[in-house]
T-cell receptor
Framework: AQRVTQPEKLLSVFKGAPVELKCNYS??????LFWYVQYSRQRLQLLLR??SRESIKGFTADLNKGETSFHLKKPFAQEEDSAMYYC???????????FGAGTRLFVKA | DTAVSQTPKYLVTQMGNDKSIKCEQN?????MYWYKQDSKKFLKIMFS???????INETVPNRFSPKSPDKAHLNLHINSLELGDSAVYFC????????????FGDGTRLSIL
């Protein structure tokens, strides 16, 4: 069965510290993976997707098929990174998106 | 502004009532979705339409009925509302599936008294 697991409900780090939000998935085929972010009082929006292999707002995520992981990383967290982060999976060419339970990142000054 | 817009933003009503939530997108996308976010912030897909055709219909009570009059609109009608229907409902759209990202509305917070 398709599943996305984000083991941390809450992650609290100090400003300037590295941050890693974990995401593991269970899928038998070749998945499309995404990270979405929801800042306070804003709508859910795409942060990045694995196919783009880009860095957005200093965040990167590498798809590790061996470990079935798609962890989100940033070397130096900023206060404005505080938000709810969702990892999501979709089958190649498909429409159904499975979301993880989300991780709330809190960056302390 | 190009966006996905939902109305109303807040909906407070009593058990047993029937209500509708409307969604419109002006992004020119061909696929629209309804998601339910529960009190624990878990986001789960309910329905999806591609070119006005229903393509995803998850295990949702048949009190929930989506309607897509055209590619730019996807409405959600809920009959006989129950306490467990209280949640935030998000509309989203995308151009196709696969690696295409979804664009979300602001959500509609439904509270059942």
């Amino acid at each position: 069965a398709q599943r996305v697991t984000q083991p941390e409900k809450l992650l609290s780090v100090f400003k300037g510290a590295p941050v890693e939000l974990k995401c593991n998935y269970s899928y038998s085929g070749s998945p499309e993976l995404f990270w979405y972010v929801q800042y306070s009082r804003q709508r859910l929006q795409l942060l990045l997707r694995h196919i783009s292999r880009e860095s957005i707002k200093g965040f990167t995520a590498d798809l590790n098929k061996g470990e079935t992981s798609f962890h989100l990383k940033k070397p130096f967290a900023q206060e404005e990174d505080s938000a709810m982060y969702y990892c999501a999976l979709r089958n190649t060419g498909g429409f159904k998106t499975i979301f993880g339970a989300g991780t709330r990142l809190f960056v302390k000054a | 502004d190009t966006a996905v817009s939902q109305t109303p933003k807040y909906l407070v009503t009593q058990m047993g009532n029937d209500k509708s939530i409307k969604c419109e997108q002006n992004l020119g996308h061909d696929t629209m979705y309804w998601y339910k976010q529960d009190s624990k912030k878990f986001l789960k897909i309910m329905f999806s339409y591609n070119n006005k055709e229903l393509i995803i219909n998850e295990t949702v009570p048949n009190r929930f009925s989506p309607k897509s009059p055209d590619k730019a609109h996807l409405n959600l009608h809920i009959n006989s509302l129950e306490l467990g229907d209280s949640a935030v409902y998000f509309c989203a759209s995308s151009q196709g599936g696969g690696a295409q990202p979804q664009h979300f509305g602001d959500g509609t917070r439904l509270s059942i008294l």
